[in-house]
């Protein structure tokens, strides 16, 4: 666990020592620090590779004894593992492949360390032990920031849990997803993931539990509201217990919380540095700083219909000037609901409606389907002929549903997948019917699983599902006819 640990803290103090922001006295003894891993540990390629960029200086002859002593450690390796498959059980030929694993993660040959986990996979046949293998692809992937690795491991580490595992194990991957959704920008499923691991964090190899709580708070607090921010994170005794260790998080959180934004804006200052050269939070630095902010301006607005630039800027401690330029970005954003009235010095708020919210949202959506299904309509044609239930065999079961209001209907087809929306103005009841709709589409309806009737009259028509837009468990088989592609 040392190890894996001191692995995360060597990729940290590489990446300190190429950000631009550093002062150069800090990276001097980052350096001397990256070098001393560097060289304890034999990393060969890692070596090269700092000093190609210019991070460290070349000495030849280190090079030259670390390929030396790597070499001399890798023909033990082979030779252990050859005297375990000849002479040992399954056991120990495991043991032996794993221990070449972790050789090639400890000097940092990344594809040499991935193919070599896979032979040793296929050694193992306990599943507890396969999502080990899995936590030593997450940590050789966090070391290179790799994330199409990061996801991929996830998601296998998810199917062996179907198979069986542990709980701690289990608790483990929380962290690395957490970890990896908040370095991809999903803050709200890392808040989730976080929070869910306070009480049973185990997952030292990543970071300090001070750190997990630092990523843990900072992702809550643009993604938690008020009431759950405050029963999860502020009165939390796991949390209560370090936040104290970490500078400013304390003010920032609390200030926050009690409206305090002069000492909001000075906590928040304060931790910009740690946000700026955390090498998981940094590349959303700017982003985060926005969100921040607009959560902290809106609860303020929140309490008012109107409210002078003046009280506001005095309320946080900064010029009118400051305030009126911010607030100007974030509306003009669609962050803020509020206009300024320059003239009188006022703002005014605009609560949204959420009911007008919704019904713009569908009219966009509408128009998106619409120039979907005008596509659609160029790659084929569909048959619009009006049919009527006599040319089909006679309902011998129950009745169709009745269906009145705004269904959705998804249509399956050769070459895309696609949405249309069917609207029934009366209630809608017969055995089987078919209907004409200005996307000239033939639709023929019935009950779900007893249409077998009819299979033979519907031989050649498309299944497709209606779901009702405001109950979605509420849905009606439907069939559609595709006619020839369009030359």
């Not at 696609?418 to 017969?430: K, S």
């Not at 009259?457 to 779901?467: E, G, K, P, T, Y």
Request: glycine share 4%; proline share 3%.
């Amino acid at each position: 666990m040392e190890n894996e640990a001191a692995t995360q803290q060597l990729a940290h103090k590489i990446f300190l020592l190429k950000h631009n922001d550093v002062p150069d006295i800090e990276k001097v003894s980052l350096k001397e620090d990256v070098f001393t891993a560097v060289k304890a540990d034999y990393m060969v390629p890692l070596y090269e590779t700092l000093v190609a960029d210019g991070v460290l200086e070349l000495d030849q002859g280190l090079l030259d004894s670390m390929r030396t002593r790597n070499d001399q450690e890798l023909k033990k390796l082979d030779d252990k593992i050859v005297d375990a498959e000849e002479n040992l059980g399954e056991s120990e030929v495991r043991e032996a492949h794993l221990a070449k694993s972790l050789f090639f993660i400890r000097i940092g040959v990344k594809e040499k360390s991935l193919e070599q986990l896979k032979i040793t996979e296929t050694k193992t046949v306990a599943v507890g032990q396969k999502m080990d293998l899995v936590f030593y692809t997450l940590q050789l992937a966090f070391f290179y920031m790799d994330f199409d690795l990061i996801s991929k491991s996830i998601e296998k580490a998810k199917n062996l849990f179907e198979e069986g595992g542990d709980w701690e194990r289990k608790n483990r991957l929380k962290v690395y997803e957490g970890l990896y959704c908040m370095s991809t920008r999903d803050f709200k499923k890392a808040a989730s993931l976080f929070l869910d691991s306070i009480s049973t964090f185990t997952t030292y190899d990543l970071f300090t539990y001070d750190t997990f709580i630092f990523y843990t708070v900072l992702t809550s607090i643009i993604t938690l509201d008020r009431v759950t921010l405050k029963q999860k994170v502020v009165d939390a005794p796991e949390i209560l217990t370090v936040i104290g260790k970490i500078p400013h998080l304390t003010e920032f959180l609390n200030a926050l919380y009690e409206c305090q934004y002069k000492s909001f804006f000075s906590g928040f200052a304060g931790l910009t540095e740690q946000i700026k050269f955390d090498r998981y939070l940094h590349p959303h630095f700017r982003f985060y700083m926005r969100e921040v902010r607009t959560v902290v301006y809106s609860q303020f607005l929140e309490s008012y219909k109107s409210v002078t630039i003046e009280a506001m800027a005095k309320a946080f401690g900064v010029t009118v000037e400051f305030i009126d330029l911010e607030l100007s970005r974030f509306i003009s954003a669609g962050k803020l609901h509020c206009k300024i009235d320059s003239v009188a010095g006022v703002l005014e708020t605009n609560r949204p409606d959420s009911k007008n919210a919704l019904y713009q949202a569908t009219i966009k959506q509408g128009d998106f389907l619409l120039n979907r299904i005008q596509k659609l309509s160029q790659v084929i044609d569909l048959d619009y002929t009006f049919c009527t239930t006599k040319s089909l065999p006679p309902r011998e079961e129950e009745e169709s549903p009745s269906l009145s209001g705004t269904y959705l209907v998804r249509l399956f087809n050769p070459y895309d997948n696609h949405f249309i929306v069917v609207t029934f103005l009366q209630p809608f009841r017969q055995a089987l019917c078919c209907c004409h709709f200005p996307s000239r589409i033939v639709l023929f309806f019935g009950m779900q699983g007893k249409l077998a009737i009819y299979k033979k009259a519907l031989a050649s028509f498309f299944r497709v599902d209606l779901f009702h837009e405001n109950n979605f468990h509420e849905s009606v088989v439907a069939y559609v006819r595709v006619l020839s592609p369009r030359s």
